[in-house]
């Protein structure tokens, strides 16, 4: 498992790339829409990436509500392993694998505090 993003949702997107981009000074790596009325863009110069979340979507709602607008992410190799080792240790998941594209399949958990860990499936 290797931990891959940091899910900031944001209000605007733009505004929010300029910061991570000019004060801070990471490049963009990937904008892209991802979903009718969502656009997410991953920041980054090395292999953990700030993921900025930005539209309206059950995800980013339950991120906004449960996490203060928080997420992390980790990439691992079985999404199902996951899924059973969370359930075996009584840890909060639909269980539900959810793929908004083609290359992409996570699943949502909660940590003990309630904040939300996406696990993504390695590509």
């Not at 000019?22 to 110069?45: N, S, T, W, Y």
């Amino acid at each position: 498992m290797s931990f891959c993003h940091v899910i900031l949702t944001v209000k605007d997107l733009d505004a929010s790339i300029k910061f991570y981009r000019d004060i801070v000074g990471l490049p963009i790596k990937i904008r892209q829409h991802a979903g009718p009325a969502v656009e997410i863009a991953f920041m980054g110069d090395g292999g953990t990436l700030i993921e900025l979340f930005c539209g309206k979507s059950p995800f980013c709602d339950e991120i906004n509500r449960v996490g203060n607008g928080v997420a992390l992410g980790f990439s691992v190799e079985s999404l199902e392993e996951k899924i059973s080792l969370l359930h075996e240790n009584g840890y909060e998941t639909d269980g539900n694998i959810i793929s908004p594209a083609p290359t992409v399949q996570f699943v949502l958990a909660k940590d003990p505090d309630g904040y939300i860990v996406q696990f993504n499936k390695r590509q």
